[in-house]
T-cell receptor, first 111, second 113 residues
Framework: QEKVQQSPESLIVPEGAMSSLNCTFS?????SIWWYQQHPGKGPEALI?????GNKKEGRLTVYLNRASLHVSLHIRDSQPSDSAVYLC???????????FGSGTKLTVEP | AQTIHQWPVAEIKAVGSPLSLGCTIK??????LYWYWQATGGTLQQLFY??????VESVVQLNLSASRPKDDQFILSTEKLLLSHSGFYLC????????????FGKGTRLTVV
């Protein structure tokens, strides 16, 4: 069983600011880490994933993974009101068919 | 293009009544299929997964069962609903082994009264 914890629970930023979200997991054998975006009443949609230590950049998104500290972070540059949603961190184990989710960070970007 | 269809969109059911939720994936051959559940305000939890027709593995025990009668169909059911079964049920799919993206349906909102 993998434990995934996210912080903060809620984040409010002004439009144009950087949004920084954190996630810790319990097992260093975790295979890959995914970030999903979920709007109210909808299914999650994958944003970005990372497997190796270090960072990965896609558009306005950058994710950092540190396996030694069991920590991954997501940074959204130039945050927009349309980015307002719940962001979920998900971790897969050696059994790739199971994803463990954190409880999410609710991001609100104010115009 | 791949599409995932869940039915029904929403249900209100009585405690002790049976339940059947369905999911169909079109445009993909032999997908991996998943059922997830999210209590209101709660964490998304994986319930089941299936790699092939007729084979379903349980991840979390919630007095629910799942079946995969066809390559593109996944069914979630129980004979007796509990109040604790209320929540948002999501069907999802992925392709292949290893680090692959999971695609979610639009979900079914279940209220048990």
């Amino acid at each position: 069983q993998e434990k995934v914890q996210q912080s903060p629970e809620s984040l409010i930023v002004p439009e144009g600011a950087m949004s920084s979200l954190n996630c810790t997991f319990s097992n260093s054998a975790s295979q890959s880490i995914w970030w999903y975006q979920q709007h109210p009443g909808k299914g999650p949609e994958a944003l970005i994933s990372i497997f190796s230590n270090g960072n990965k950049k896609e558009g306005r998104l950058t994710v950092y993974l540190n396996r030694a500290s069991l920590h991954v972070s997501l940074h959204i540059r130039d945050s927009q009101p349309s980015d307002s949603a719940v962001y979920l961190c998900a971790v897969s184990m050696s059994n790739y068919n199971v994803l463990y989710f954190g409880s999410g960070t609710k991001l609100t970007v104010e115009p | 293009a791949q599409t995932i269809h869940q039915w029904p969109v929403a249900e209100i059911k009585a405690v002790g009544s049976p339940l059947s939720l369905g999911c169909t994936i079109k445009g993909k051959s032999s997908p991996n299929l998943y059922w997830y559940w999210q209590a209101t305000g709660g964490t998304l939890q994986q319930l089941f997964y299936s790699i092939t027709v007729g084979q379903v593995e349980s991840v979390v025990q919630l007095n629910l069962s799942a079946s995969r009668p066809k390559d593109d169909q996944f069914i979630l059911s129980t004979e007796k609903l509990l109040l604790s079964h209320s929540g948002f049920y999501l069907c999802a799919w992925s392709q292949g082994q290893g680090v692959t993206e999971v695609f979610f349906g639009k979900g079914t909102r279940l209220t048990v009264v």
